[in-house]
C-alpha cells in the first residue's frame, strides 16, 4: 500500500505545481501591478483658490507644517483686492497713467542731494476722468537712472492703499539723475491676471504624442487637466509627488507616451482686453509734476545721510557705467577674460537646472571659452541635456531643463527630468556649484502649483546640503520680460512673474543658497525688457555667479 500511496501523493504535487503555474501565468500582470512601489500620498482632486476657475487642477497633499507654511506665503503675496463683483468692465474708474502724477519730496533737513542718502517720491493716481484713486493695487515699476552714466537702481514701492505710492529710491552714485515711473497694470487689471491661470486649461495647450508601432496619437496634458468622458493617464512622479495628467489615447495604452511639446496660444478677444492695452493702461510711464530729476553731490566728510524709511528694505544692488555692484554686503569682482572666467571654473563642476534663462549662462561661458566644448547629445536646443567640458583645466558643465510644465517645442518625455530628481544624484562637495532657476514656465499655473514645485527642489537642497555642506548653491530669480499683448499679460506677464519671484525668496530665505537677482538687474537697466536678458545683462550676472564661486 506504501508504493501506491506515494505515487498518488507524487502525482497530485506535481498537479497542483501545474495548477499554481497556470494561475501565476494568467495573473501575471495583476501580480506585478500589486508589486509596483506606491506613492506616500493620496492622489485627490482638489480647488484651489476661491473664485477662479480652477476646480479640476490636482494639488499634491501638503504636511499640516507644509499647509501652514503654504497660508503664510500666500498671505505675503497677497493684493488689494479693490474689484467688486458688480463691477462692470469699463475704462472710467480705472487708473490712467497720463492723468496720474508722482512728485519728488524734498531732502529731509533740506540742503542739497547727497551720495548715500535715500530718495522718496510720492505717486499719485487718478483715473481716465481725472478723479483721484481712492484704494491701492495698482502694479507700479520704478527706477533711478542716468543714461550717459549707463547707471541705474530699482526703486522700492509702497501701497498706501488709497491711491497713493511711495517709491524709495537709494542715491548710490553722483550727478544727475532721473526719477521715472511706470504702471504696469491698473489695479483693475489685476483680478483678470489672478484668475486666468487654470483655464483652457493654463492659457497654454500642452500635448503628448503617443506612439506604437505605426499608430501614432496625440492628445492633449496638464498638470490642470478637465475632467471629461475621456479616461486620463496619471504620470505623477513617485519621488517628489509632481503631478502631471494626459487624456488617454483611445487607441493605445499610456505607456505609449513618447514626446512633449506645446502649440502656441491663439489670439483671444474678451470685454477685459482693454485693461492690457500697451501704451494707454499696460506699461505706461507716468509723468512728474515738476522737477523729474535730482542732482546728486559727493558726501563731505563728517556729513551724515538721510535715511527716513530705515523700515523698508534697500534694493539688492546698482549698476554704474555699466557694471553691477551689490549692495548686499558682497563684492562683485569682474572677469573681463577668459583665463580669468576658466581660472575660477579650473577643477569645478557646475550644473545647471531651469529654463532657457539659465541655458543662456551657458551659451555665454561657452562663447567666452574657447576650450570649453559644448556637447548637445540629442540635438534638442531648448530642453537639452549639454555638456561642456575643458578637459585641460578640468572644468565641467552640464545643462538640462527642469521637468514639467515646460513650453517648448517637440521633446522626448524621457529628457524631461524633475529638478529635485536630478539634485538627489548630485554628489556635491566644495568643486560642486548647482544652478537652477525654475518660474517662468509656471506662470499659467495656480501659484499653489508653484509652491509646491519649490518645496520638493528645496527639500533635495537640504538633503544635498547635508550630505555635502561645501556645495554651493545658486538660485537665479524672475525677469521682466516684454509684454505688449493681453495674451502676453495673462500668459506671462510681469506680475505674474513677480509673485512666484516672491514665493521662491522666501522658501530659501535664511538658507546657505546664494541668489542672482535678476529681478532688479532687469528694472535698474537701460536696455528694454526681454524673457532673454540681452548680453550686457548677462555678463554682469555670470560676474556675479562667479564672484560667489570664487570669492
Known amino acids: 500500500m506504501d508504493r501506491p500511496w506515494k505515487e498518488f501523493l507524487k502525482s497530485g504535487i506535481i498537479l497542483l505545481s501545474l495548477s499554481l503555474f497556470v494561475y501565476i501565468f494568467y495573473h501575471i500582470d495583476f ?21 477662479s476657475n480652477r476646480n479640476y487642477c490636482t494639488f499634491r497633499p501638503l504636511s499640516p507644517e507644509e499647509i501652514q507654511e503654504e497660508n503664510i506665503l500666500l498671505d505675503s503675496i497677497s493684493w488689494p483686492n479693490t474689484r467688486s463683483k458688480s463691477t462692470s468692465v469699463s475704462l472710467q474708474g480705472t487708473s490712467n497713467a497720463a492723468r496720474s502724477n508722482f512728485v519728488i519730496l524734498p531732502r529731509p533737513g533740506g540742503g542739497s542731494w547727497l551720495v548715500g542718502d535715500q530718495l522718496e517720491v510720492m505717486i499719485n493716481m487718478f483715473d481716465f476722468k481725472g478723479r483721484p484713486k481712492t484704494h491701492g493695487g495698482d502694479f507700479l515699476l520704478t527706477r533711478l537712472h ?33 526719477v521715472e515711473v511706470t504702471l504696469v497694470h491698473p489695479s483693475e487689471a489685476i483680478p483678470f491676471l489672478q484668475s486666468f491661470a487654470g483655464e483652457k ?19 492633449i496634458c496638464s498638470g490642470c487637466l478637465p475632467p471629461t468622458q475621456q479616461p486620463q493617464c496619471n504620470y505623477t512622479d513617485l519621488n517628489t509627488g509632481e503631478l502631471w495628467f494626459c487624456y488617454k489615447p483611445k487607441n493605445l495604452s499610456c505607456d505609449a507616451r513618447i514626446s512633449h511639446f506645446v502649440r502656441k496660444p491663439k489670439p483671444r478677444k474678451a470685454k477685459e482686453d482693454i485693461f492690457f492695452k500697451s501704451g494707454v493702461t499696460m506699461n505706461v510711464g507716468i509723468p512728474a509734476s515738476g522737477p523729474a ?8 566728510k563728517g556729513q551724515l545721510a538721510t535715511n527716513s524709511n530705515k523700515d523698508i528694505p534697500g534694493p539688492a544692488g546698482y549698476y554704474y557705467k555699466g557694471l553691477w555692484s551689490s549692495l548686499s554686503g558682497s563684492t562683485v569682482k569682474r572677469f573681463n577674460s577668459a583665463s580669468a572666467i576658466s581660472q575660477c571654473l579650473k577643477d569645478k563642476v557646475v550644473h545647471m537646472y531651469g529654463d532657457s534663462t539659465v541655458r543662456q549662462w551657458l551659451e555665454f561661458l561657452s562663447g567666452e571659452l574657447s576650450d570649453l566644448k559644448v556637447y548637445n547629445l540629442h540635438k534638442l536646443k531648448q530642453s537639452g541635456p549639454y555638456v561642456a567640458l575643458d578637459y585641460a583645466k578640468n572644468i565641467f558643465v552640464t545643462y538640462r531643463c527642469h521637468g514639467l510644465p515646460v513650453r517648448m517645442a517637440r521633446s522626448p518625455v524621457t529628457e524631461l527630468h524633475y529638478v529635485a ?16 532657476g525654475v518660474w517662468a514656465h509656471f506662470t499659467t499655473f495656480p501659484i499653489k502649483y508653484y509652491i509646491r514645485r519649490i518645496m520638493s527642489i528645496r527639500k533635495a537642497v537640504v538633503r544635498l546640503l547635508a550630505r555635502a555642506p561645501a556645495t554651493k548653491i545658486i538660485i537665479r530669480t524672475a525677469n521682466l520680460k516684454r509684454v505688449s499683448t493681453p495674451l502676453s499679460a495673462l500668459v506671462g506677464g510681469d506680475w505674474l512673474s513677480l ?11 535664511g538658507m546657505d543658497v546664494y541668489f542672482v537677482d ?22 554682469n550676472m555670470i560676474d556675479v555667479v562667479l564672484s560667489y564661486i570664487c570669492p
Open 499 to 509: 509673485q512666484r519671484d516672491k514665493i521662491l525668496r522666501t522658501m530659501f530665505k
Open 201 to 219: 486649461p493654463n492659457g497654454v495647450d500642452f500635448y503628448s504624442t503617443f506612439q506604437s508601432g505605426s499608430l501614432t496619437q496625440t492628445t
Open 146 to 178: 542716468n543714461q550717459a552714466l549707463e547707471a541705474g537702481v530699482a526703486g522700492q514701492v509702497v501701497d498706501h492703499l488709497n491711491g497713493t505710492y511711495s517709491a524709495v529710491f537709494s542715491l548710490p552714485w553722483e550727478g544727475k539723475s532721473e
Open 421 to 436: 530628481n536630478e539634485l538627489n544624484g548630485v554628489t556635491g562637495g566644495k568643486n560642486t556649484v548647482v544652478v537652477f
Open 31 to 51: 501580480l506585478e501591478f500589486q508589486t509596483t512601489p506606491k506613492p506616500p500620498f493620496k492622489i485627490k482632486r482638489v480647488s484651489s483658490d476661491p473664485g
Open 293 to 300: 530729476h535730482v542732482t546728486v553731490f559727493p558726501k563731505m
Open 518 to 539: 535678476a529681478w532688479e538687474m532687469t528694472v535698474a537697466h537701460y536696455l528694454k525688457h526681454d524673457i532673454h536678458p540681452p548680453r550686457p545683462i548677462i555678463k
